[in-house]
Every structure is written in structure tokens, then in C-alpha cells.
């Protein structure tokens, strides 16, 4: 089985990672899902931005949850470091804006940062549910997220909506047993964390299993025996090339 390519926080090596161009540039590729993060604004507006602070891809500075939406929207997202000014009209995203776009053209994997469910504020995770029935696409958006207090915030709000458990654990039995505790439908452990045991484990469990980031097309061959259902790239154009233009070399299942 050939892996499903998804675009890691949009087409992220050519536009500016987590931008409407990004994701627009990865829709025209072909791509069936897309990779993106969510951090609350001050105001309690859920943006598309992978880190805390705005300081590396933005022309902003500082924490992203002491600016309200207004704020931000007035910095370029153009990750000026990589691209120059090429895409300095690019603004910071809401996840809305990124739901209507992706909206019957590719499922989304939305990865919640910054919550704080573990401390008894789960602002994020409402507003999270609230903007997916708002637009109406619970079928086709995955809630992922590395912190299992996170994701028992979006299971009691919303147990319809997918789950699932990102993960750098490489004991099988524990990252099971997250999974099932947390009822989620796929895990998503790092490449290099991938192994027989861990595989066998969660295919026996029923989990779907994902990983990332595998940004070289080569990587596909070694990552064949583990019979993935899906692989984060941020080069989403060269493993969507080299799939269709190549039989991947299919390995035993573990």
C-alpha cells in the first residue's frame, strides 16, 4: 500500500509554512490532506501558527496568545528569513479561513499547540470544536496533538470529531494504551521512533498509523514495511511525484 502524502503545514518548502499560500500551493499539487497547528490569540481566536511566539516567521515578536487577532493580522506571515520578500503580503491565517479553503479538496490534520487543558483551561479545544461544526466539515478534520489532556478535551466536547496521538515514544505497549485510553483513530509516532513491535502493536489495536516528516522520496522504500496509511512532508510535490511515477518496493508487514 502506497502511503497518502500530507502536506506538513501546507506546501512548507516553497510558500511560507502554515499560510494560505502554502495551503493553496499544496491543494493545486494534488495533495489528499494537509498538516497545519492552531495557537489561541489573546482574544481567543484560533490562528494557524506553529509556534508560541511570532518571532521566527512572522515580522512580529513575542508570545502569540498576548496579541488579539486584530494585532497579528497586521504582521506579514512571509517567514521573511527563508523567502525573502517574495510573500510578505501573506497574513496569518485563522483556521476557519483554512477550513473553507481546504473544504471538499483535502482533509485537514489540525494540531492543537499551546493547550492548556492539563491545567483546567480547555478555551482552546472549545473554540477548536466550535470553528469545525461552524464550518462543517467534522468528516474530513483530525484533531492530533502530542499532549493526551489536550485530546480528552476534544473527546468529551466533540467524541465525534477524529483523534489522534502524535508521539516521539517508542515503547509500543504505553503509546497503545494512551491511544485507546484516549479513543483515538490513528497514532502518529516520529519516523525514527517507527519499529516492528511498535507497528504490529497499534495495527493489532485498530489504529491507524501515520508518521513524520519524510521530506526525502527515497525514505519511502525504507519506511514500506511498516505499511503506513500516511506521511508528513514538507516536500509534499517530490513524494507525490515519486509515487506515482514508481512502484515503492513493498516489504513484509512486521
Request: charged residues 30%; hydrophobic residues 45%.
Amino acid at each position: 500500500m502506497k502511503p497518502e502524502v500530507i502536506a506538513h503545514r501546507g506546501n512548507s518548502s516553497e510558500r511560507p509554512e502554515n499560510t494560505l499560500a502554502a495551503f493553496e500551493s499544496a491543494l493545486d499539487l494534488g495533495v489528499p490532506a494537509i498538516e497545519l497547528d492552531v495557537q489561541l490569540t489573546r482574544d481567543g481566536r484560533l490562528v494557524v501558527l506553529h509556534d508560541a511566539t511570532l518571532d521566527r516567521t512572522t515580522s512580529g515578536a513575542g508570545p502569540v496568545a498576548d496579541r488579539t487577532l486584530a494585532e497579528i493580522r497586521m504582521l506579514s506571515a512571509g517567514y521573511r528569513e527563508l523567502f525573502g520578500r517574495d510573500f510578505a503580503a501573506e497574513r496569518v491565517p485563522t483556521l476557519a479561513e483554512v477550513l473553507d479553503l481546504t473544504r471538499g479538496r483535502a482533509r485537514v490534520l489540525v494540531e492543537i499547540k499551546g493547550s492548556a487543558a492539563g491545567r483546567g483551561d480547555d478555551r482552546l479545544e472549545r473554540s477548536l470544536v466550535e470553528v469545525v461544526r461552524d464550518v462543517a466539515i467534522a468528516g474530513d478534520v483530525a484533531l492530533i496533538c502530542f499532549d493526551a489532556a489536550a485530546l480528552a478535551a476534544c473527546r468529551a466536547h466533540a467524541p465525534e470529531l477524529m483523534r489522534g496521538l502524535l508521539t516521539r515514544e517508542a515503547d509500543a505497549r504505553r503509546l497503545v494504551s494512551a491511544a485507546r485510553a484516549l479513543e483515538c483513530a490513528v497514532v502518529l509516532p516520529r519516523k525514527d521512533v517507527l519499529s516492528d513491535e511498535l507497528c504490529s502493536a497499534a495495527r493489532a489495536a485498530g489504529l491507524g498509523l501515520a508518521t513524520w516528516v519524510v521530506d526525502q522520496p527515497e525514505e519511502l522504500e525504507t519506511l514500506a514495511r511498516f505499511d503506513l496509511a500516511g506521511v508528513g512532508s514538507n516536500r509534499p510535490a517530490a513524494l507525490l511525484s515519486y509515487l506515482s511515477s514508481s512502484t515503492v518496493r513493498e516489504m513484509p508487514r512486521p
